[in-house]
């Protein structure tokens, strides 16, 4: 691998991982869950981001698109679903807090 | 790799920041929507054009209106309730910033002797004949995954019988 490619593969992979651990930290401190539902999506964008310049360094684009193209139809359905499951606990707890959440506990 | 390039993953991170950040839940999912549009324009810098459509129309467009609507559908915190979670807030997220700036510091120091193994020369290079010839298995996934989320949100939304 030339070095000017892997420089590249740097920067970008820098930016992946600060991506990777804001999504991550902000699932990890908050209660409220529509703000897990958006640090899971930046966590995604981190693994989409990471994809793309994998593609694009080993010259396999055609191929990463399409596995990109997989990966956003799979998060497209996450979100949608976890957005059902977040307003039916709201309406049964009139609360978005994972705290306050206690029908689930043996 | 040009100043732009720079200049928009610089721009990817700080709307990322901001996204957990900022203390209203709308302003937070406007946020979410641009870092996805940000993220788009890195994809098509990257030769990904279709790849970036994606995530402009699907990521920028769908999911951004999804979270606006559910944050719309749900009620807003009472004031006590506001002033205990911006205290909440200010404790959680002061670790956030400082973590980021040590942990690139770090990272950028580390020496960049790793070499990874280049797999083979791509066969096809037209995106729509990769999907539809070599991960026609992908395309059936994603059908199942689409009917599995349609029935999930059909069976949460469903109206009990009176």
């Known amino acids: 691998m030339i070095l000017e490619s892997f420089n590249l593969f740097w920067f970008f992979g820098l930016t992946v991982i600060m991506l990777f651990v804001i999504g991550l930290y902000y699932v990890l401190v908050t209660y409220n869950l529509i703000r897990v539902l958006i640090g899971l999506e930046i966590i995604v964008k981190a693994v989409t981001l990471l994809l793309v310049v994998a593609g694009y360094m080993t010259k396999h684009v055609a191929l990463v698109q399409s596995l990109v193209i997989t990966l956003i139809v799979i998060e497209a359905v996450l979100i949608t679903v976890a957005i059902g499951v977040v307003l039916g606990l709201h309406g049964k707890n009139d609360s978005l807090d994972a705290r306050r959440i206690r029908n689930l506990k043996g | ?162």
Not at chain 2, 42 to 57: D, G, K, M, T
Not at chain 2, 62 to 77: A, C, D, G, Q
Not at chain 2, 106 to 125: C, D, G, V
Request: proline share 4%; charged share 15%; aromatic share 8%.
């Open chain 2, 1 to 162: 790799m040009t100043l732009l390039d720079i200049f928009l993953l610089v721009l990817l991170v700080c709307s990322a920041l901001a996204t957990v950040l900022i203390r209203s839940l709308l302003r937070s999912g406007i946020a979410l929507a641009f870092t996805s549009a940000v993220l788009s324009m890195i994809i098509f810098r990257l030769n990904s054009p279709v790849a970036a459509v994606f995530e402009l129309s699907v990521c920028t467009g769908l999911i951004s209106v999804l979270f606006i609507s559910t944050i719309s559908l749900t009620e807003p915190r009472t004031r006590d309730e506001k002033l205990q979670h911006t205290k909440e807030r200010l404790r959680k997220f002061w670790y956030l910033p400082f973590i980021l700036v040590v942990g690139g510091i770090i990272l950028s120091q580390i020496n960049k002797t790793i070499s990874f193994p280049l797999p083979a020369p791509e066969t096809e290079t037209d995106v729509r004949l990769v999907l539809w010839n070599l991960r026609s298995l992908d395309l059936l996934g994603q059908i199942i995954v689409l009917l599995v989320g349609v029935f999930g949100v059909v069976i949460l939304f469903k109206e009990k019988k009176k």
